[in-house]
């Protein structure tokens, strides 16, 4: 026996745990515990979450963490700036954006193969997630489709999240899957005893809670061309049927990466979108927020057949714009209401030259929501 007690030099800390902690921290955010809270933000750069004894047992802080900054990168920079980014204590008034941070989180998680395992801890986890679809950034046609807010605000947010400042949120995610991929799913029953599984009167183990290490799945392979995770549920589909594959002198590229040459039989990726539903009239992104103004020349058919819809400032002409979309733009709406234009047959030549599929075409929708 001793005759002194140790005095530690250092304390464990669980490496998941650690690995989100600095990722918030790398982003921005300091993580606090607090018992006041189960999890919130105070608006100036710190993220509170309750102690572990308050956790339920399927919490883990690193999945309270990676949830919390997915609403960060929904909400954005303004959303930073207010307590609880803005939603209130339980986000009730405006549940589309908890959706869409759910939907992000789904999203980012499924790329590394911890959607399960990094579920979300509140009411919503058996209200909305569980319905999510395979494709968590889809709503039915029904909704709305690519256009339901939710799905729209959440493909903006994972847009935002490859942007240089959201580099560690990608790394923290590839070291979970790997501290994944070296915990055991399981244990065996000699092991639940040693470990004091609690037992019946007469000796037999109990059923115990599944571990939620079991949640893990294998992570989805990479795209051929390497710039996206291949998304499993588009497993049916490829680079051949989808609205951004072209090809040139027989060569298939991407417009995520046109530099690189495509296979032919490469799988769907996580940016995947169906080529037949690439239709202006369910978009109209290069007519609204995409853009801030459409320039015309004095020789435009438009000036004459429609002057109401020209405005001469500074020398230069462009086409009126009411908020944030041209006025020759009609409908939209709803999710479900087709666009058009009311000058279609005297439109510009800058709106005549911009082309369906076309590289402006994919700026155009990532900017609004409708593309990766």
Excluded at 94 to 119: I, K, M, T
Aim: proline fraction near 7%; aromatic fraction near 8%.
């Amino acid at each position: 026996m001793n005759d002194f007690l140790r005095q530690p030099t250092h304390r464990y800390e669980d490496p998941l745990s650690r690995v989100w902690i600095a990722c918030a921290e790398r982003v921005g955010f300091r993580v606090e515990r607090t018992a006041n809270a189960y999890a919130s933000a105070n608006g100036r750069g710190t993220i509170l979450i309750a102690a572990d004894e308050m956790l339920d047992p399927d919490d883990s802080l690193a999945q309270m963490i990676f949830h919390e900054l997915c609403h960060a990168l929904v909400e954005g920079e303004d959303g930073e700036g207010q307590e609880d980014w803005g939603l209130g204590n339980n986000g009730g008034a405006n549940p589309w954006r908890e959706h869409a941070c759910l939907r992000l989180q789904a999203y980012l998680a499924g790329s590394v193969g911890l959607r399960d395992f990094f579920a979300p801890t509140t009411d919503f986890r058996v209200s909305f997630w569980g319905s999510l679809p395979a494709d968590p950034l889809a709503a039915p046609p029904e909704a709305g489709g690519r256009r339901e807010r939710s799905c729209v605000a959440a493909r903006r947010a994972a847009w935002r999240a490859s942007l240089p400042r959201w580099a560690p949120l990608k790394q923290a995610l590839a070291s979970s899957a790997v501290i994944a991929a070296a915990t055991p799913r399981c244990m065996t029953a000699e092991t639940q005893v040693e470990t004091g599984t609690p037992a019946r009167a007469d000796g037999a183990l109990l059923e115990p809670t599944p571990s939620l290490w079991s949640e893990v799945a294998t992570p989805p392979g990479r795209h051929p061309a390497g710039h996206a995770t291949v998304a499993w549920y588009f497993a049916d589909h490829g680079c051949a049927d989808c609205a951004w594959g072209f090809s040139e002198r027989g060569v298939r590229h991407c417009r995520h990466a046109p530099e690189l040459r495509v296979p032919d039989d490469a799988w769907a990726c996580s940016r995947w979108e169906p080529a037949e539903e690439l239709d202006c009239l369910t978009c109209g992104a290069c007519c609204r927020e995409a853009y801030h103004a459409v320039e015309i020349t004095s020789r435009e058919p438009v000036n004459k057949r429609h002057p109401e819809l020209v405005v001469v400032s500074g020398g230069h002409r462009k086409l009126r714009r009411e908020g944030n979309r041209c006025a020759a733009l009609s409908g939209g709406n709803t999710p479900t209401e087709a666009y058009a234009c009311g000058i279609y047959e005297d439109r510009p030549r800058t709106c005549r030259d911009f082309t369906l599929g076309s590289e402006n075409c994919l700026d155009a929708r990532r900017r609004v929501g409708l593309s990766l």
